[in-house]
């Protein structure tokens, strides 16, 4: 089993709203990522967790917060955003951060920022 | 700088027929490599990966060449089918500090025509 689950499948928010995306695995990975893919582009790391610690933030703005409340579970809080923001955002997990594991992509959150 | 170059956008091959697609790396730290076929909406799907160590992999219809003298390496799909079409990513895997990192290319869109 390699699923990664994400919700919502879609978001459409306003500039001044908040909001959350969920990620979830159960394959018992320690590493998880944060990815956001504009059209036609490849995916863009923005946060890596490594045993539910942030080990990695790619300098995304503040008005993306990430939150690893255990190892099966990975939040992005919106707040702010602004509509370049819209995006496909991608969840990962791996085995390990080290070591040559395979990142496995949940579905993505199709997020609309107006 | 790219790291990791996919130099053709696109690809059409007719059904039953090779699929070859190519990506080059700059960055000789670089030690494991991925290939991820990805559908629009939706988050990229793990298809096969390379050790640095290999110079072939295969599974099923799908076979990884890498050259590493080169920099170099080639998905194969054969027979490709319809249900092929999608864009196709290279992804390069190093170390950074205590974090593996994946690198993408910028994709290469298979068409395979019935």
């Known amino acids: 089993d390699t699923e990664v689950t994400q919700t919502p499948k879609h978001l459409v928010m306003g500039m001044t709203n908040k909001k959350s995306l969920k990620c979830e695995q159960h394959?018992?990975?320690?590493?998880m990522y944060w990815y956001k893919q504009k059209a036609k582009k490849p995916p863009e790391l923005m946060f890596v967790?490594?045993?539910?610690?942030?080990?990695i933030n790619e300098s995304v703005p503040s008005r993306f917060s990430p939150e690893c409340p255990n190892s099966s579970l990975l939040n992005l809080h919106l707040h702010a955003l602004q509509p370049e923001d819209s995006a496909l955002y991608l969840c990962?997990?791996?085995?390990?951060?080290?070591?040559?594991?395979?990142?496995?992509f949940g579905p993505g959150t199709r997020l609309t920022v107006l | 700088d790219q790291q990791v170059k996919q130099n053709s956008p696109s690809l059409s091959v007719q059904e039953g027929r090779i699929s070859i697609l190519n990506c080059d790396y700059t960055?000789?730290?670089?030690?494991?490599f991925l290939w991820y076929k990805k559908y629009p909406a939706e988050g990229p799907t793990f298809l096969i990966s390379?050790?640095?160590?290999?110079d072939k992999n295969e599974d099923g219809r799908f076979t990884v060449f890498l050259n590493k003298s080169a920099k170099h390496l080639s998905l194969h799909i054969v027979p490709s089918q319809p249900g092929d079409s999608a864009v196709y990513f290279c992804?390069?895997?190093?170390?950074?500090?205590?974090?593996?990192?994946?690198?993408f290319g910028s994709g290469t869109q298979l068409t395979v025509l019935p």
């Open positions: 960055n000789s730290m670089f030690d494991y």
């Open positions: 394959m018992g990975h320690r590493a």
């Open positions: 967790y490594s045993y539910e610690k942030l080990s």
């Open positions: 390379i050790s640095s160590i290999k």
């Open positions: 990962a997990s791996s085995r390990r951060v080290g070591g040559t594991d395979t990142q496995y």
């Open positions: 992804a390069a895997s190093g170390l950074s500090g205590s974090a593996r990192q994946l690198t």
